[in-house]
């Protein structure tokens, strides 16, 4: 029998035989690549990324088979076909030498590859095939094995892979979601809420905007811990939507929360899960589910994220005549908005609060680099881009104002809704006004300059790709579009600092491939955008940020200083400030300047960084609940980060919240193996005050004794 008809025999028995075989290998592909002897769980080393990549698609391939072909097309298609057919063959005969007791891991012949699959305990293949009537077991099998994207570090092979691996890793994805999903109600239905609730909270790692995860979330919390507990989560996802996302909850979260809200208190379940009798919480996934996130809900998202990376430029000209239109509008393709008069309000009380709002909404729209604000002021020779129509609504003691964003080009409504308003509440209301109208307005902008190659549709696309930053997802496409802008224009303002924004988080997340090339750089981007810019609230901010991750703890703290002078209103530099005093060994008085700025950073507390500086602050001048309820804001706002959920442990933990504390432990382990308490103790350098180090030694060897808990 020739080999072709051997190998035609082994392909066969994937459709035909079904005698039991024994798994000789483990392949883990949901997350970072292993190939491990499944016996001994040895580490086989692939050391070569296009061997790994080979066997990723071969494990999905149909049969596990391709041929030779396709496989030097995908892996090598920029070489001539006979280099590319000889690459492939070094890279075939380097995986033909893998066995584990005499059987190998590759059968191939002259025309076909094919990985044994018969002798492989593949991840994603184990999650893809699930029956459908898997039990409980098997579902915490598999989806305890999704340890994060398919293929995760093979992008960047070769383009025509790449497109490949994109649509793989979304049907993967899509399957997790469905088998987590599936998994928590079945748990649930169990009266397993603890497992449930751990459970639904990996799924929401897989993807954090999906409001029906939330919803199965808040309703979990109810049963474990009680009505308060369940509505203080919702609160933290109201606030995440509307700060972080600028959109609100979709009514059947609404719906499940009025429930909640009608239910009499009930005590926390107990340890073996079962509620309280007599209380009667809407179980996730029932009736009252609904689908997943809309379109629109994904879109607003989108331009809602985008809102918060926009960076406020003191010293650029934004306000100008009706019927005017400045040089340096053309440059940046900024949009005009005008705020019309806020409406109603006929009694004094109202008037009053009336002129509140407005000031405090021009102010904030003032400070935005990407809109031009005009007056409206009678006629006017240009229309301006959109305009902001609102009127105060009383409803008794309650009052709102109802607000409607228009595109005047067409007279489309972009967004409309209310916003709760009262004595005291201006500078919540111009925060949430500005989050709500300039995520429409950045999304809209986007949409209509996605094909233009000027430099304003370079800008709005660079704030596009920041996105998928924002989500804990490095996107390089920003920095690229930003490079190209200043290989345009040296000067654009935008640019310089919006590099810099990129590189200072990069490097801050650690994430920087080249950290010292990144830091370099951003402080050559400071003195080439100060001189532009005098004055400016923000490049001041971003010295202290540069001088904070270089561990220059005295000077960041001047920088932050000089920034809030310069806008007192700039909250992120005053928390920024609190943060530097606890490097300087001033824990107490840090955590009492983060507590007077955490209640002013309406949209950026709920950004997963922000908060994550106010819980350590409040870890290390020993208030642990508080610094609990901190880091669980930052989990929400990026579960994605492992040394934010490492500390979320350490603050459990400390808190005396042990099997949360557990859970947050096992998650930063999945997602950062290399984060361990020695990762951890590097905080702060060598240059950290000793009572900054010996709050930190504490935080260590609390995350070590939690990392043993079983």
């Not at 994937?14 to 001994?40: I, K, W, Y």
């Not at 919803?215 to 474990?224: F, G, H």
């Not at 943060?579 to 824990?587: A, C, E």
Request: net charge neutral; glycine share 8%.
């Amino acid at each position: 029998m020739n080999d072709q008809s051997l190998l035609d025999q082994e392909i066969g028995k994937g459709e035909t035989d079904a005698r039991p075989h024994a798994r000789l290998f483990s392949l883990v592909l949901l997350g970072q690549f292993a190939l491990l002897d499944r016996h001994s769980g040895a580490r086989i080393p692939v050391t070569s990324r296009k061997a790994r990549a080979l066997l990723a698609y071969l494990a999905m391939a149909p049969r596990c088979a391709a041929d030779r072909a396709t496989l030097a097309a995908l892996l090598w298609g920029d070489s001539g076909d006979d280099q590319a057919r000889q690459s492939l063959r070094q890279s075939l005969s380097s995986l033909r030498r893998i066995q584990v007791n005499g059987d190998g891991l590759l059968q191939s012949d002259d025309e076909t590859v094919r990985l044994a699959c018969e002798l492989v305990d593949a991840d994603c293949l184990n999650l893809l095939q699930l029956p459908e009537d898997a039990d409980i077991p098997d579902l915490m099998r598999v989806c305890a094995a999704y340890q994060g994207a398919f293929g995760a570090g093979l992008e960047g092979v070769e383009p025509t892979f790449d497109d490949w691996l994109r649509g793989e890793r979304q049907r993967v994805m899509d399957r997790a979601i469905v088998l987590h999903d599936r998994l928590v109600k079945a748990l649930e239905r169990d009266g397993q809420h603890q497992e449930a609730l751990v459970v639904a909270n990996a799924l929401l790692a897989i993807n954090p905007i999906r409001e029906e995860t939330h919803r199965l979330i808040i309703a979990l919390e109810a049963v474990m811990s009680g009505r308060a507990a369940a509505m203080q989560r919702f609160e933290t996802f109201r606030l995440l939507l509307r700060d972080e996302l600028a959109v609100r909850p979709e009514p059947a979260t609404l719906k499940l929360i009025d429930q909640l809200r009608d239910l009499p208190e009930a005590e926390p379940t107990d340890e073996v899960g079962g509620a309280v009798a007599g209380s009667e919480v809407p179980r996730p996934g029932g009736p009252n589910a609904a689908p997943r996130v809309s379109r629109r809900g994904v879109l607003l998202a989108v331009g809602g994220l985008l809102t918060l990376l926009i960076a406020a430029v003191v010293g650029v000209s934004l306000w100008v005549s009706p019927g005017d239109r400045s040089i340096d509008d053309k440059r940046y393709g900024r949009a005009s908005v005008s705020l019309a008069p806020i409406s109603g309000g006929n009694d004094p009380r109202g008037q009053d609060l009336i002129r509140a709002l407005a000031s405090e909404a021009s102010l904030a729209f003032s400070r935005n680099n990407r809109v031009t604000l005009i007056e409206l002021a009678g006629a006017s020779s240009r229309r301006p881009d959109y305009r902001i129509n609102s009127q105060l609504v009383s409803a008794g003691q309650a009052m709102r104002v109802d607000v409607n964003l228009t595109a005047t080009g067409n007279n489309e409504t972009l967004w409309s809704g209310s916003i709760p308003v009262h004595d005291g509440s201006d500078t919540g209301f111009a925060r949430e006004l500005y989050g709500y109208v300039t995520s429409e307005i950045v999304l809209h902008q986007a949409r209509l300059l996605a094909q233009a190659s000027s430099v304003p549709a370079k800008l709005w696309r660079a704030r596009a790709a920041q996105l998928q930053t924002r989500l804990g997802v490095e996107d390089a496409t920003a920095i690229a579009l930003y490079k190209e802008v200043l290989a345009e224009d040296p000067t654009n303002v935008i640019a310089l600092l919006g590099l810099s924004d990129c590189l200072i988080l990069r490097v801050a997340r650690n994430q920087s491939p080249q950290r010292a090339e990144d830091v370099a750089a951003v402080g050559n981007l400071l003195i080439r955008v100060k001189p532009l810019v005098p004055n400016s609230s923000d490049i001041a901010f971003k010295e202290g940020m540069l001088n904070k991750l270089q561990g220059n703890f005295q000077q960041a703290l001047s920088n932050f200083e000089q920034s809030v002078r310069l806008d007192p209103a700039h909250w992120n530099a005053a928390a920024q400030y609190a943060h530097v005093m606890i490097f300087l060994g001033r824990l107490q008085e840090g955590y009492r300047l983060m507590e007077a700025a955490t209640p002013n950073l309406l949209p950026d507390l709920g950004a997963a960084e922000t908060a994550y500086i106010a819980g350590e602050t409040a870890l290390v001048a020993g208030h642990y609940p508080e610094a609990a309820q901190y880091l669980g804001t930052a989990v929400t706002g990026n579960p994605t980060v492992g040394r934010i959920q490492a500390l979320y442990a350490v603050a459990l933990f400390q808190a005396n919240r042990l099997d949360e504390a557990r859970a947050a432990a096992e998650k930063a382990r999945q997602l950062s193996p290399n984060y361990t308490p020695e990762a951890m103790g590097q905080r702060g350098g060598r240059t950290a005050d000793a009572r900054y180090v010996e709050a930190r030694n504490q935080m260590v060897e609390a995350f070590r004794a939690v990392r043993a808990l079983k």
